[in-house]
């Protein structure tokens, strides 16, 4: 079976501060890697989503995420963050047979400081 | 396009009372999820579809849990009898085809409080 540690709970970074947000996945094939963001009162959002090809993925709202097979990891980039980036974040991993059977992180929180 | 569509969006019921929660998913998508997020948790998935057919209930807890997806259209999750662990928000979500590589789209879930 398939698993995801997202070792920091919450994170604070200052306004146009970078941010990278770690995730480690188990998993005995090659994964299917996805981030989402949870904003408060609003639904989860894909972020952006790994199936292969190219280890440096690029999602919506600025960010990136990299691959790295040798590290079972999938850290999630932000050059500069916004204040409105503020929000929980899930790593998930899909089986390589059925990537919408998807076991999430517990998350981690942003919090942004002016 | 209208999103994911989920009702009740808040629901208290006493402990060992049933519960019923109604998805929609978003036209033309033809498989559907239900998952359980507990307080501090990410979300678990309980049951796919594709269509109106069980793709995986694995971890649907079936001596008090149970779905369906009547026409392939909307779905409903039913809980009878709720016990206090069942706290949590409810999410569906829908995405476009087979083999669900695409984009899952999540509807506002529904907050289930079991007193």
């Known amino acids: 079976a398939q698993s995801v540690t997202q070792p920091d709970i919450h994170i604070t970074v200052s306004e146009g501060a970078s941010l990278e947000l770690r995730c480690n996945y188990s998993?005995?094939?090659?994964?299917?890697l996805f981030w989402y963001v949870q904003s408060p009162g609003q639904g989860l959002q894909l972020l952006l989503k790994?199936?292969?090809?190219?280890?440096l993925v690029q999602g919506i709202k600025g960010f990136e995420a990299e691959f790295k097979r040798s590290q079972s990891s999938f850290n999630l980039r932000k050059p500069s963050v916004h204040w409105s980036d503020a929000a929980e974040y899930f790593c998930?991993?899909?089986?390589?047979?059925?990537?919408?059977?998807?076991?999430f992180g517990d998350g981690t929180t942003l919090t942004v400081k002016p | 396009e209208a999103g994911v569509a989920q009702s009740p969006r808040y629901k208290i019921i006493e402990k060992r009372q049933s519960v019923a929660f109604w998805c929609n998913p978003i036209s033309g998508h033809a498989t559907l999820y239900w998952y359980q997020q507990i307080l501090g948790q990410g979300p678990k998935l309980l049951i796919q579809?594709?269509?109106?057919?069980?793709?995986?209930d694995s971890q649907l807890p079936k001596d008090r849990f149970s779905a369906e997806r009547l026409k392939g259209v909307d779905s409903t999750l039913k809980i009878q009898p709720a016990k206090l662990e069942d706290s949590a928000v409810y999410l569906c979500?829908?995405?476009?085809?087979?083999?669900?590589?695409?984009?899952?789209?999540f509807g506002p879930g529904t907050r289930l409080t079991v007193l």
């Open positions: 998930a991993v899909g089986l390589n047979t059925n990537a919408g059977k998807s076991t």
């Open positions: 979500a829908s995405s476009l085809a087979r083999p669900s590589t695409d984009t899952q789209y």
């Open positions: 579809f594709q269509n109106n057919g069980v793709v995986d």
């Open positions: 998993y005995g094939a090659t994964p299917y």
């Open positions: 790994y199936f292969s090809g190219d280890t």
